[in-house]
């Protein structure tokens, strides 16, 4: 799944609704990475991964990246679908963070905040509705919790 650049927004949605599952038994996952994992599982999965960091005995982090094209600018470093594994204390990770950034100003913002509305009505369709956290900026935080499992 990490070998190839995401070619449109399309292709990201499909890719983001498809990879996050929730069962009862194993909790959240993201393309069939389950919370609990080390690393070396995740990298059996994944492969390597873009950035490795093992350093700090008190957290690590395992973090992916796929450049977006974009039909008219191309693709861009800082235009990317970025997946990222926390871990503390070199135990198994508990946490899968899932963060993109695209082409949100100028003439795309409202093509981009169209994409993110549908995106996050198919992830409601499929997971439920989440809890909503105000952030800085307008942003927002979407998140779910069922039992300990958060995603």
């Not at 609704?17 to 994992?37: C, H, P, R």
């Not at 600018?73 to 993109?100: C, Q, S, T, Y």
Request: proline share 3%; glycine share 4%.
């Amino acid at each position: 799944m990490w070998n190839t650049d995401i070619k449109d927004l399309e292709e990201l949605k499909s890719i983001l609704i498809q990879a996050v599952e929730f069962n009862t038994e194993d909790g959240y996952s993201f393309n069939d990475v389950k919370l609990k994992m080390s690393f070396d599982q995740v990298k059996e999965i994944l492969g390597e991964p873009d950035v490795l960091n093992e350093e700090s005995d008190q957290q690590q982090t395992m973090e992916y990246n796929r450049l977006i094209d974009h039909p008219k600018e191309g693709k861009r470093d800082h235009h990317k679908l970025n997946i990222l594994f926390w871990a503390f204390n070199r135990e198994p990770f508990d946490i899968i963070k899932i963060h993109f950034d695209y082409y949100k100003q100028g003439e795309y913002a409202t093509s981009f905040k169209e994409f993110v509305d549908e995106l996050i009505r198919d992830i409601e369709d499929k997971l439920g509705e989440p809890s909503k956290k105000s952030l800085r900026n307008g942003k927002e935080e979407i998140s779910y919790r069922r039992g300990k499992n958060k995603f």
